[in-house]
């Protein structure tokens, strides 16, 4: 690992990745690799996470990543120019040797959404899959090589012992999505090499419905975000917080939005996948304890099938309100009223989203409260604009990316003066020996002048 690091960086000293048409040649290399193996990649997506093969899902999670690519292939140039004034000139330079490390439930789109925005910036890129999505992981491994440069990008399979050796190594900057836990291992190895990171981590995100609402469209909303992927997404619906009336409402609602979805026997419906392994089966099964199951419910190993399962009544203190769900299980607590559930909100830690369905107070909850992002009246959506930044803030992670934002992410922006060898005499102010007459003229020059109002922007 050490030595592919050494060899990745002397190619970007070289200055290989810098020109604009290598970029472009790349990003449009990794364009290829997604049409001619689009096939490929859902089977083992498929395989992984246990998603229809040709389902929304799959074309989902493809179809956003090739948005982003096509987004920056003709868009990244115009983030190359310097802005100017005169001499003086920001340069967006590429930070060096990069580490990706991704996770396992959306495998191809969170890898190669941050690859696209380091390629774009000129850097050099080593990507680790998870070894969790074990089919994703080895066509990645086997397959990626064929299309990029290898003397520039290359991919490491790696357990948790190959993952430790590797962030032993110095990079110039680490990008990598995961649990919060695992992001604090990440945070301080990069900490001894003073290296940046981005963290996109996760967190218990909460959706406040209040009693003015459409109780259907809520529904449908709901448990398309919570159940898609089985659940198994960061920025999912971990928890709703409403209103005992709204919860006696939204029982038969949620019920036929589950079945319109996915069928009265969610096991046998094609859209609706698996939980990735049996560790992360068995620790959210456990979770079935909390409140009580008042749809869904079933389960069976040796699918690692877990039904859509609703759990009413649950308590700030049963299990499920401990940790991220990730998994398709969605408690409702029942709060008195949108102040109380503001304050259940802001006394956990910042959610990576949050979410607010209401006809006239979801402003207030975006007011109130502190996320990574935020979605009114609708679940995930708001991730899929390449215009808004992703990322979270406190437990939830550090930095941003998606569209501009990842291109920005993988830059240094290098501020740049360019002065004229001429006029000396301009510069005399500056220069000791100093008078009462120079120091006059110099606070005269620096002096700010106040003026009435200030607008924060």
């Not at 191809?108 to 850097?123: D, E, K, Q, R, S």
């Not at 070894?131 to 990008?153: G, H, I, P, Q, W």
């Not at 402003?363 to 935020?374: A, K, P």
């Amino acid at each position: 690992r050490g030595r592919l690091r050494v060899h990745l960086r002397a190619t970007w000293l070289s200055g290989k990745t810098r020109p604009m048409e290598y970029r472009v040649a790349q990003l449009e290399a990794l364009g290829r690799f997604l049409d001619e193996k689009k096939q490929d990649i859902l089977e083992a997506t498929a395989s992984d996470m246990g998603k229809r093969r040709w389902g929304p899902e799959g074309l989902f999670e493809l179809g956003l990543v090739m948005e982003r690519e096509n987004f920056l292939t003709s868009k990244f140039w115009p983030f190359l120019q310097v802005t100017q004034l005169d001499s003086a000139f920001i340069r967006k330079d590429p930070y060096g040797v990069v580490l990706i490390i991704a996770p396992w439930n959306y495998p191809i789109h969170l890898f190669l959404v941050p690859l696209i925005g380091a390629i774009a910036a000129g850097n050099c890129v080593i990507v680790k899959p998870s070894e969790t999505s074990k089919n994703t992981e080895r066509l990645v491994a086997e397959m990626l090589s064929c299309y990029l440069d290898n003397d520039c990008f290359a991919v490491v399979t790696a357990g948790v012992q190959e993952t430790t050796r590797l962030l032993e190594n110095k990079f110039d900057y680490i990008f990598f999505t995961g649990s919060a836990s695992v992001g604090r291992i990440i945070m301080t190895a990069a900490a001894k090499h003073l290296t940046p990171v981005t963290l996109e981590l996760g967190g218990k995100n909460p959706c406040y419905v209040s009693d003015t609402c459409d109780v259907q469209n809520v529904a449908r909303r709901v448990a398309w975000g919570r159940f898609f992927n089985a659940g198994q997404t960061c920025i999912a619906p971990d928890y709703v917080l409403c209103s005992v009336e709204m919860q006696e409402k939204l029982m038969p609602a949620l019920r036929e939005a589950i079945t319109e979805f996915f069928g009265s026997n969610p096991r046998e419906s094609p859209d609706f996948g698996r939980i990735v392994g049996d560790k992360q089966f068995r620790r959210i099964r456990a979770l079935l304890c909390s409140g009580r199951v008042a749809i869904g419910g079933q389960t069976d190993e040796k699918e690692r099938y877990i039904a859509p399962t609703v759990l009413a009544d649950v308590l700030p203190s049963d299990p499920a309100m401990q940790e991220e769900i990730f998994g398709p299980i969605l408690p409702i607590v029942v709060v008195a009223n949108m102040d109380e559930a503001i304050d259940f909100i802001n006394a956990r830690p910042r959610p990576l989203a949050i979410y607010a369905f209401s006809c006239d107070s979801k402003v207030r909850v975006l007011e109130r409260t502190s996320s990574g992002g935020f979605c009114g009246n609708d679940t995930l959506m708001h991730v899929t604009l390449t215009s808004l930044p992703f990322g979270g803030i406190g437990n939830s992670g550090l930095g941003k990316y998606h569209g501009k934002f990842t291109f920005d992410t993988f830059t240094h922006h290098r501020g740049c003066l360019h002065r004229n060898m001429g006029l000396e005499a301009l510069n005399a102010l500056r220069y000791p020996p100093y008078s009462q007459q120079k120091l006059g003229l110099l606070t005269a020059t620096f002096e700010i002048k106040r003026k009435g109002t200030c607008t924060l922007l």
